[in-house]
């Protein structure tokens, strides 16, 4: 049985052939006798459902959103090439796949995994039961050196080293976490760092310290010593200082705490405290020392790194000290260099003049402050 439609579809294409159609002639033809027989209503369905939806909604051939409209899945399930569909349906094929994709359920959990062998096959063949692993890892956690050091990684390398066990390192920590002899986990400290520096605008004494370590050399006994110094920004006063052959957190908490207490601080009116991040001055004791204060009165900034400009200052004050005090000066011992530092720190502050003071010394303007004078200095933008 043999008959022939002369049908094209909505855009005048011809049917394909798959469907057994005549590319050419865009006729249809069915054979009874063919392999894979064309099922007739079906084309039709097809025919008819894809004019009668494009006519009701008004859009355009080749839309996606009709792609489920035909029951193209069927057509695929019978045999039809995928490609040839939803080529002849007007369907991307990024359209067509994208609609299969869904979040797949994680089934690793159900899945057990393989057994547990019981033992370790070492590359030259030999067969190492776990119970030697494990006498040999308990041996090594009852020594005193591995008793708060030698992760599993380490022990892996020591068992390899020493016993000749080549295990591998998830194996060690799932041996010795079944033994209950993992280190614990060092727990990541978490420390209140001092905030990030702000411009300020200094209009007055006592509204912002800078401060900053310096280092001088003994040549006698071929060793460093310490200088830190706090200064006031606006006076140029170096409030209190201190001089030694180490300079911990403990010590410029000590010294700040001087100075607070020789001018009366904290008062009404908010300190800033401006430092770099020196180890001193990011320190646990320091920084705690600092927090303890109500931050309205005394608050302690950091500056970004790599930016002296922001601490420009005590950064003018050590290359004073630099250029005036340790080039010129060679000391024999550290109770010379202690005395000598001493002597210039009191000789910058009563006798050294400062051009931007008015060409005052900075403990002139201190008592011009007390006594409640003009002093006419500039703002400080910092």
């Known amino acids: 049985m043999v008959f022939s439609i002369s049908l094209k579809n909505a855009w005048g294409r011809p049917f394909p052939d798959f469907l057994g159609?005549?590319?050419?002639?865009?006729?249809?033809?069915?054979?009874?006798?063919?392999?894979?027989?064309?099922?007739?209503?079906?084309?039709?369905f097809l025919?008819?459902?894809?004019?009668?939806?494009?006519?009701?909604?008004?859009?355009?051939?080749?839309?996606?959103?009709?792609?489920?409209?035909?029951?193209?899945?069927?057509?695929?399930?019978?045999?039809?090439?995928?490609?040839?569909?939803?080529?002849?349906?007007?369907?991307?094929?990024?359209?067509?796949?994208?609609?299969?994709?869904?979040?797949?359920?994680d089934g690793?959990?159900?899945n057990p995994g393989r057994p547990i062998p019981g033992f370790t096959i070492n590359p030259d063949g030999s067969v190492i039961p776990d119970e030697l692993i494990i006498s040999a890892l308990v041996n090594y956690r009852s020594r005193k050196e591995f008793a708060n050091g030698g992760g599993y990684q380490k022990l892996t390398h020591y068992l390899r080293r020493d016993y000749g066990y080549t295990v591998n390192p998830k194996k060690v920590y799932r041996l010795c976490r079944e033994q209950n002899i993992l280190l614990p986990l060092k727990k990541k400290r978490h420390t209140?760092?001092?905030?990030?520096?702000?411009?300020?605008?200094?209009?007055?004494?006592?509204?912002?310290?800078?401060?900053?370590?310096?280092?001088g050399f003994v040549h006698g006994e071929n060793r460093f010593f310490f200088i830190?110094?706090?200064i006031d920004v606006y006076m140029r006063l170096i409030v209190n200082y201190h001089i030694?052959?180490?300079?911990?957190?403990?010590?410029?908490?000590?010294?700040?705490?001087k100075a607070l207490k020789d001018f009366g601080i904290p008062n009404e009116n908010q300190l800033v405290i401006r430092s770099d991040n020196g180890t001193q001055m990011t320190s646990k004791v320091f920084t705690?020392?600092?927090?303890?204060?109500?931050?309205?009165?005394?608050?302690?900034?950091?500056?970004?790194?790599?930016?002296?400009?922001?601490?420009?200052?005590?950064?003018?004050?050590?290359?004073?000290?630099?250029?005036?005090?340790?080039?010129?000066?060679?000391?024999?011992?550290?109770?010379?260099?202690?005395?000598?530092?001493?002597?210039?720190?009191?000789?910058?502050?009563?006798?050294?003049?400062?051009?931007?003071?008015?060409?005052?010394?900075?403990?002139?303007?201190?008592?011009?402050?007390?006594?409640?004078?003009?002093?006419?200095?500039?703002?400080?933008?910092?």
Not at 25 to 32: D, E, F, K, R
Not at 70 to 98: E, L, M
Not at 194 to 213: E, G, H
């Open 21 to 44: 159609c005549s590319g050419r002639s865009g006729s249809i033809t069915a054979h009874s006798t063919s392999v894979n027989p064309v099922n007739l209503p079906d084309i039709l």
């Open 244 to 257: 030694g052959l180490s300079c911990k957190g403990k010590d410029l908490a000590f010294t700040l705490d």
């Open 47 to 105: 025919i008819v459902q894809r004019l009668f939806f494009l006519v009701r909604q008004k859009i355009r051939p080749g839309n996606n959103t009709v792609k489920w409209i035909f029951g193209i899945d069927s057509y695929i399930k019978k045999g039809y090439p995928v490609q040839k569909v939803i080529k002849y349906a007007s369907i991307a094929n990024s359209t067509w796949y994208q609609r299969d994709k869904h979040v797949e359920e």
């Open 192 to 215: 209140r760092r001092s905030k990030r520096c702000i411009n300020r605008i200094i209009t007055a004494p006592f509204q912002m310290w800078q401060l900053d370590l310096k280092y």
């Open 108 to 110: 690793r959990h159900k």
């Open 288 to 382: 705690e020392h600092v927090q303890n204060f109500e931050e309205d009165q005394i608050l302690h900034e950091l500056i970004p790194p790599a930016t002296p400009n922001k601490n420009a200052h005590i950064e003018a004050f050590n290359s004073i000290l630099e250029t005036e005090f340790i080039q010129p000066r060679y000391f024999m011992t550290y109770g010379q260099a202690y005395t000598e530092s001493v002597d210039f720190m009191s000789f910058y502050n009563f006798f050294r003049i400062h051009r931007s003071l008015k060409y005052r010394t900075p403990m002139q303007v201190y008592e011009s402050y007390q006594r409640g004078e003009a002093l006419n200095i500039r703002e400080i933008r910092i």
């Open 228 to 230: 830190l110094a706090i």
